[in-house]
């Protein structure tokens, strides 16, 4: 079997699951609704005390049995909350809704009461739907989760001077990462394996951190902290160095003794106190494994890994209190009330959790924390996506690029760190990339290309620090189609796109399309509004990439073509008195910015 193929049979195989403790029994949502528009169905619904997210389900007709609705992301189908847009329907079928509230991922409450929609059929009208943005509103500040910190493949990769595509792989992860600093204010890297073997961190009796050291110097050099994922096992201090992961054979198996895996840990915050300042290593944050509470990343139990979690902690702590220790650095947000409780009852410290999801916007963990009295501790999704498959051409898609802008201000306010999985197409868990578009999980491509996912962040970087109150409404209005506006002291930014979590639509659904009339009272009708746009044709490297005719590796000469015909396009776009309008289809961005109009200055 191939390493994709075990991956993929393997991924979803959680561990241990039993508990000693139990789960608050949450209420249904109240004041459930079900609205049909064109080509879809809007469900609304009321938030619940503790609930961490929430499932929709459907039925069809009067009686049929409720089934949670799949928007086919092959991960969590729990959303944060609501609206929740369901494009998976027929039009002109009657169906029912209900919506039960999610106390942890793996736990579903009982369902509300059911609520009926019809989706309706399109015609030749495009729906219509209403923005107002407050433009002289005081505002508030304008949260950016994407800034704190991006995923990258394991860093020994920096020193790598072998090739893919024509391609140094260690200089152009370097500048990969450098871009998402200087061009997008990202300040930290999370990655894998730093006690891999080709770290070689441990020498006979004695410890070498000499690899760890040119690793961290350079992504130092570059304005970049690391984010010290602690894992995975050395080879010499595996109990079973068989168990791995990865092409690149990472261990995951319990350490042999757990006492050397603390003087490991303790020797490396040592050394990287030594060598880097404490005051420095202060801002560095300390996170236990990778998702220990899947099969194909940790072979021993729950119980060793809590027990690994304790270890670690207390050897970081050792070093200095101070040090920011956190997990349970988890897969689909599972193990979070797990730690939380063994923490409380055990007295281990955890100053920030850290979770992953991929196909929806991430849970709204805070339940969890304030349940179990950590409601200080930062929280800190450590990975975040489209999808968690390898090699899937969603990964280079228009539609991956809007589900970012969704993801992000659906976490804008409620988490520390959003970070999207990957910066760069140098990456090989499952082998290097075999071509140059291979559905990558990285932002940019072997050759620096930006993908659409890269051009959404450089629009949410666009956005000003203030944040202004708007108002959606309409068929789809806050559900298919979202807005985030923003001031400077000289220019409005406002962000709309429309989008669905529905992937069998990715390409595109043309009864999603909306015609969109944004209105900004108190704009000076002379001001100059210009559009940029992400759209299928538009930011879209798959449709360039398909013009060329391009089906391996590109060439030099082809590669500045392709960076000239994946360019965002920028357009003016006329100011009727204080209003404009802009269509929508789905996958769509659209960056409206008004500034004065320099001639009157």
Same mark, same amino acid.
């Not at 051409?393 to 589900?403: H, K, T, Y």
């Not at 404009?580 to 289809?585: A, D, F, S, Y």
């Given at each position: 079997?191939?390493?994709?193929?075990?991956?993929?049979?393997?991924?979803?195989?959680?561990?241990?699951?039993?508990?000693?403790?139990?789960?608050?029994?949450?209420?249904?949502?109240?004041?459930?609704?079900?609205?049909?528009?064109?080509?879809?169905?809007?469900?609304?619904?009321?938030?619940?005390?503790?609930?961490?997210?929430?499932?929709?389900?459907?039925?069809?007709?009067?009686?049929?049995?409720?089934?949670?609705?799949?928007?086919?992301?092959?991960?969590?189908?729990?959303?944060?909350?609501?609206?929740?847009?369901?494009?998976?329907?027929?039009?002109?079928?009657?169906?029912?809704?209900?919506?039960?509230?999610?106390?942890?991922?793996?736990?579903?409450?009982? $369902?509300?009461?059911?609520?009926?929609?019809?989706?309706?059929?399109?015609?030749?009208?495009?729906?219509?739907?209403?923005?107002?943005?407050?433009?002289?509103? +005081?505002?508030?500040?304008?949260?950016?989760?994407?800034? $704190?910190?991006?995923?990258?493949?394991?860093?020994?990769?920096?020193?790598?001077?072998?090739?893919?595509?024509?391609?140094?792989?260690?200089?152009?992860?370097?500048?990969?990462?450098?871009?998402?600093?200087?061009?997008?204010?990202?300040?930290?890297?999370?990655?894998?394996?730093?006690?891999?073997?080709?770290?070689?961190?441990?020498?006979?009796?004695?410890?070498? @951190?000499?690899?760890?050291?040119?690793?961290?110097?350079?992504?130092?050099?570059?304005?970049?902290? $690391?984010?010290? +994922?602690?894992?995975?096992?050395?080879?010499?201090?595996?109990?079973?160095?068989?168990?791995?992961? @990865?092409?690149?054979?990472?261990?995951?198996?319990?350490?042999?003794?757990?006492?050397?895996?603390?003087?490991?840990?303790?020797?490396?915050?040592?050394?990287?106190?030594?060598?880097?300042?404490?005051?420095?290593?202060?801002?560095?944050?300390?996170?236990?494994?990778?998702?220990?509470?899947?099969?194909?990343?940790?072979?021993?139990?729950?119980?060793?890994?809590?027990?690994?979690?304790?270890?670690?902690?207390?050897?970081?702590?050792?070093?200095?209190?101070?040090?920011?220790?956190?997990?349970?650095?988890?897969?689909?947000?599972?193990?979070?009330?797990?730690?939380?409780?063994?923490?409380?009852?055990?007295?281990?410290?955890?100053?920030?959790?850290?979770?992953?999801?991929?196909?929806?916007?991430?849970?709204?963990?805070?339940?969890?924390? +304030?349940?179990?009295?950590?409601?200080?501790?930062?929280?800190?999704?450590?990975?975040?996506?489209?999808?968690?498959?390898?090699?899937?051409?969603?990964?280079?898609?228009?539609?991956?690029?809007? @589900?970012?802008?969704?993801?992000?201000?659906?976490?804008?306010?409620?988490?520390?760190?959003?970070?999207?999985?990957?910066?760069?197409?140098? @990456?090989?868990?499952?082998?290097?990339?075999?071509?140059?578009? #291979?559905?990558?999980?990285?932002?940019?491509?072997?050759?620096?290309?930006?993908?659409?996912?890269?051009?959404?962040?450089?629009?949410?970087?666009?956005?000003?620090?203030?944040?202004?109150?708007?108002?959606?409404?309409?068929?789809?209005?806050?559900?298919?189609?979202?807005?985030?506006?923003?001031?400077?002291?000289?220019?409005?930014?406002?962000?709309?796109?429309?989008?669905?979590?529905?992937?069998?639509?990715?390409?595109?659904?043309?009864?999603?399309?909306?015609?969109? #009339?944004?209105?900004?009272?108190?704009?000076?009708?002379?001001?100059?509004?210009?559009?940029?746009?992400?759209?299928?044709?538009?930011?879209?490297?798959?449709?360039?990439?398909?013009?060329?005719?391009?089906?391996?590796?590109?060439?030099?000469?082809?590669?500045?073509?392709?960076?000239?015909?994946?360019?965002?396009?920028?357009?003016?776009?006329?100011?009727?008195?204080?209003?404009?309008?802009?269509?929508?289809?789905? $996958?769509?961005?659209?960056?409206? +910015?008004?500034?004065?109009?320099?001639?009157?200055?």
């Amino acid at each position: 079997m191939t390493e994709k193929a075990d991956w993929d049979a393997r991924i979803a195989n959680r561990s241990d699951e039993e508990r000693g403790f139990s789960f608050p029994d949450l209420d249904p949502p109240k004041e459930v609704t079900a609205v049909g528009g064109v080509g879809q169905v809007t469900i609304d619904w009321s938030p619940v005390d503790g609930a961490v997210g929430y499932l929709v389900l459907r039925s069809t007709g009067d009686h049929g049995p409720l089934e949670p609705v799949d928007h086919h992301s092959g991960d969590v189908l729990s959303v944060p909350g609501p609206p929740y847009i369901d494009t998976t329907c027929t039009p002109g079928t009657p169906y029912h809704y209900a919506v039960a509230s999610v106390p942890e991922v793996t736990v579903t409450g009982r $369902p509300s009461h059911a609520v009926g929609a019809v989706p309706l059929v399109a015609d030749s009208t495009v729906p219509r739907v209403q923005v107002v943005v407050d433009t002289v509103a +005081e505002g508030t500040e304008l949260h950016r989760p994407w800034a $704190p910190m991006i995923g990258s493949e394991r860093l020994s990769q920096l020193l790598c001077t072998d090739t893919t595509g024509g391609h140094e792989i260690g200089v152009e992860l370097e500048d990969a990462l450098r871009r998402m600093h200087d061009e997008l204010g990202v300040r930290t890297v999370r990655a894998h394996a730093i006690f891999h073997d080709d770290t070689h961190v441990i020498d006979g009796s004695s410890y070498d @951190f000499s690899v760890v050291d040119a690793i961290y110097d350079k992504l130092l050099g570059i304005g970049l902290r $690391p984010v010290v +994922e602690l894992g995975f096992m050395p080879r010499e201090l595996a109990s079973d160095p068989s168990k791995t992961v @990865f092409e690149y054979g990472a261990i995951i198996s319990p350490p042999e003794s757990y006492e050397r895996w603390h003087d490991l840990v303790r020797a490396l915050v040592e050394h990287l106190v030594n060598r880097y300042g404490l005051d420095e290593v202060l801002t560095w944050d300390f996170e236990v494994w990778n998702e220990a509470n899947l099969e194909v990343f940790w072979s021993g139990t729950k119980a060793e890994w809590l027990h690994l979690y304790d270890v670690t902690a207390a050897a970081v702590k050792s070093v200095d209190e101070r040090l920011a220790v956190g997990g349970p650095s988890s897969a689909a947000a599972g193990w979070v009330d797990d730690l939380l409780a063994h923490a409380r009852a055990s007295g281990t410290p955890v100053d920030f959790v850290s979770t992953h999801t991929y196909g929806s916007p991430p849970l709204d963990v805070r339940a969890s924390l +304030e349940r179990h009295g950590y409601g200080d501790a930062r929280i800190l999704w450590t990975e975040w996506g489209v999808t968690p498959r390898h090699f899937n051409p969603i990964n280079d898609s228009v539609f991956a690029g809007v @589900f970012l802008l969704r993801g992000m201000r659906s976490a804008a306010g409620r988490v520390d760190a959003l970070a999207y999985w990957v910066a760069s197409d140098h @990456f090989e868990e499952l082998g290097r990339p075999p071509r140059f578009l #291979h559905g990558g999980f990285g932002l940019q491509t072997v050759g620096g290309l930006p993908k659409p996912r890269y051009h959404a962040l450089s629009l949410l970087s666009r956005l000003g620090p203030v944040e202004l109150p708007v108002t959606v409404t309409g068929d789809g209005g806050g559900s298919l189609i979202e807005a985030w506006a923003s001031r400077d002291r000289d220019r409005i930014a406002v962000l709309l796109w429309n989008l669905t979590l529905d992937q069998t639509k990715a390409d595109g659904a043309p009864e999603l399309t909306r015609t969109v #009339h944004v209105e900004l009272p108190g704009v000076d009708p002379s001001w100059q509004v210009t559009a940029t746009t992400l759209g299928i044709g538009a930011g879209d490297l798959v449709a360039a990439t398909a013009e060329l005719g391009i089906t391996e590796w590109p060439t030099d000469d082809q590669l500045a073509q392709l960076a000239e015909r994946s360019r965002m396009i920028s357009t003016p776009l006329e100011l009727t008195g204080t209003a404009v309008e802009v269509t929508l289809p789905m $996958p769509y961005a659209v960056l409206v +910015e008004l500034t004065p109009n320099r001639s009157d200055l």
